[in-house]
Structures are given as C-alpha cells and as structure tokens.
C-alpha cells in the first residue's frame, strides 16, 4: 500500500466510521482519491446540487426565468402516497423564508438559501417548480446514474419505505468537476453555480482541513449519524481539483465534520505531490 493510501486508511480506521468514501479527482479528471466511490450514501443535503443544476438548465431552455416570483407555502405533498406534509423550522438550518409564507420569492432567491444556507423550505419549492422527474433525468443525461432525486426534504412518508435520494462520491465530483471546467448547462451558467457554492457557510469539513487562502466552493449534507462534504477546491498555487467525502456512523456535528477535514488535509498534500493514485 502507497504511503498515500496508508494516511487515509489510517483516519477512516481511527474514527469508527460505518463507512466512508472517498471522490478526488485532479481538473484533468485523473483520480487523486477512489475509496468506495461507487457506494450509494442516502445524499442528505447534497442533493441541492442536482436541484442547482436542473433550476439552471431550466433558465437556460426557456422553461423558467431566475427572476420569476415562486409563492412561499410549506405544504407539499409525499411522493409515497399522496399524503400532506409540512417543513419543521426547527429542523431547517434557514428560518427566515418562513416568515414569508403567503408572499414569494424568486427563483434565484430560492437557489441563494438552498445552497448558501442550505433551506430545506426553498429546495422543496425549487424541486416542486422544476420536478424531481427532471433533475433526475438531468443527471441521466449528464451520465451520473450515481445521483438519484426522488423528493424533497422531510417527506417522512417515502422515507419509512426507503424512497430516498441517493449519492455516489464519484458522480458527485463527476457533477462538481464539471461545473469547474464550465461543462455543466453553459459557461456562465456554470460559474454562476459556483459562486453560489462558494457562499457557502457550513464550512466546518473540507475548508477547515485546508490550507488558508484555499477558496472552496461546497455542499454539505447531514442527517443523524451521516455528514457529506462535496467540493472544488482552487488552491493558492496548482491546479483546482475536486473532493467528495461521505460518511455514516459518526456524530455529524463533531466527528463527522473533523474526519472529513482531517481526509481532506490528506488530499490536498497528495494533490500537491503530484501524480494519479486510487484507494479501492
């Protein structure tokens, strides 16, 4: 085993996670990093990024206007069975949108709080104006099978017979690479996309494991015992690549977030050294 693939394996070993992979790859798209990459994860909240992409294909086919008004409500309806089903405040990490419910929101409001601050309330009312259907066929057609967008958020009636949203670590850095190299939707639309992520401010995985001055464009995602991080990472010096890592068993507001910079601080020193290398 490379003394590479040794630090890693030494972390993951050390933290008692259930499981963890691992997407790293170089802008050239040659992995740095494989480790489980083609394990489905249940995707949390790096689903918004699908939903992202889909909200800008939409603009860019005429279907919608990013300026279009979007009426704010927190009644939605599960995929299961039909049920009505409303957002928790308490368990979204953006309150403020539901303050305004009865009056709207743009479309480009809702993408700001959907990935910056990660709004439960705007994903679904994104996902209800653009369609589940299409964001997973979005991601068919970009040859990402590995991202599947079923719902919204907190339909507990899907969740119980296991319709969830799901992530492999490789076709999200796949998807992420791609808005990087200004492959995804258009050139702008791309660098729209991540300047958005680079908003973010849940900043507690990857960024905390990198050197200062490195800017990261990023999602994260937690459920109990589960934290994802998905990143572009543009070091002060070198080339940008982009890092993936999802995890299940830890605490996701501590250990969770800790392992994961400690894996990207990995990565980062391995990009560095240069060449291609792959954890199976």
């Not at 990459?37 to 294909?57: G, Q």
């Not at 050197?211 to 572009?232: F, Q």
Request: charged share 20%; net charge negative.
């Amino acid at each position: 085993m490379d003394a590479r693939d040794a630090a890693i394996e030494a972390l993951v070993a050390s933290s008692a996670a259930s499981a963890v992979a691992v997407a790293c790859l170089r802008a050239d798209g040659l992995p740095v990093v494989l480790r489980e990459a083609e394990r489905r994860f249940h995707a949390a909240s790096t689903m918004k990024v699908p939903v992202l992409v889909e909200v800008h294909r939409a603009a860019a086919a005429g279907a919608l206007d990013l300026d279009d008004p979007v009426p704010v409500r927190n009644a939605f309806r599960s995929i299961a069975d039909g049920s009505p089903y409303a957002l928790d405040p308490a368990d979204d990490s953006e309150t403020s949108l539901y303050g305004r419910v009865g009056a709207t929101a743009t479309v480009q409001e809702l993408c700001r709080q959907m990935i910056t601050v990660s709004s439960n309330l705007a994903t679904n009312l994104l996902i209800e104006r653009v369609g589940a259907g299409a964001v997973a066929a979005t991601m068919g057609d970009l040859g990402l099978p590995g991202l599947v967008v079923r719902r919204g958020v907190e339909d507990d009636a899907a969740y119980a017979l296991g319709l969830n949203n799901t992530v492999t670590a490789r076709d999200l850095a796949r998807l992420l690479l791609g808005i990087a190299r200004r492959e995804v939707v258009s050139p702008a639309a791309s660098a729209t996309m991540e300047a958005l992520l680079a908003e973010q401010v849940f900043n507690e995985g990857i960024p905390a494991g990198l050197p200062l001055g490195t800017i990261v464009a990023h999602k994260t995602g937690s459920i109990p015992r589960l934290y994802h991080d998905a990143a572009i990472v543009r070091p002060t010096s070198g080339g940008l690549y982009v890092l993936v890592v999802l995890t299940t068993g830890l605490d996701e507001a501590a250990e969770a977030p800790a392992l994961v910079a400690s894996i990207a601080g990995a990565c980062d020193a391995s990009v560095a050294a240069g060449g291609a290398w792959r954890v199976s």
